[in-house]
């Protein structure tokens, strides 16, 4: 039973909270014996003048800190003019940096192969084109074109003087302008 009352005693029911001031969460521990009360007092007087030193430097530092504003003030620096010059430094430094030069030096690597391979697959499209434009499939499919266009716009000797005279001969139609003489070449090859 004694040993249960000493468990309960070395761990506390009580855990302190995340965050909780470990200071407050803990006993305050007496003074080590060795202490005497002259050092005691010695130490107390010592950590009221440090606290008092903070003290002072926070309000010096708060009296520089209103200084400094009012100076900037004066010269007209605003806090967008100085994040201004702030991201133009930042800039400079970035863009002065080795890391950047290699990253700049590579992309426009890349963009000159890259420029490279565009112009290579243009002109293989127009060989390809041209190569499609001389096969003779395409030929003959161009001949009937032309050959269509002819009979489409008749020339100056083969059209009447007269309009009414025009409707007298035997009439044009599409159908007949697309119906393929006997003696018309034929297609010998596909398309690719």
């Known amino acids: 039973m004694e040993d249960a009352e ?10 302190p909270e995340v965050g909780e001031d470990a200071a407050t969460s ?19 007087e010592e950590l ?8 002072t430097l926070s309000q010096v530092l708060a009296a520089k800190e209103k200084q400094l504003a009012d100076i900037k003030r004066k010269l007209g620096i605003t806090p967008l003019n100085e994040f201004k010059q702030n991201i133009s430094k930042t800039w400079q430094e970035v863009t002065g940096s080795t890391a950047y030069r290699r990253t700049s030096e590579t992309l426009s690597q890349a963009g000159l192969k890259a420029t490279a391979a565009f112009s290579n697959v243009g002109s293989a ?3 390809k084109l041209e ?13 009937k074109v032309e050959t269509l266009k002819t009979k489409m716009s008749p020339s100056a000797s083969n059209t009447p003087s007269n309009p009414e005279d025009q409707n007298s001969d035997t009439p044009t139609t599409t159908e007949s302008l697309l119906t393929q003489p006997e003696d018309s070449p034929t297609p010998e090859t596909p398309m690719n």
Not at 6 to 15: A, V, W, Y
Not at 48 to 55: F, G, L, P
């Open 131 to 143: 190569d499609v434009r001389n096969a003779p499939t395409f030929k003959s499919f161009e001949e």
């Open 125 to 127: 499209i127009s060989k």
């Open 6 to 15: 000493k468990g309960s005693q070395q761990h506390p029911d009580s855990i």
């Open 26 to 44: 803990v006993a305050p521990s007496p003074p080590p014996p060795a202490m005497t009360e002259e050092e005691r007092q010695e130490l107390q």
């Open 48 to 55: 009221v003048k440090v606290e008092d030193e903070i003290q």
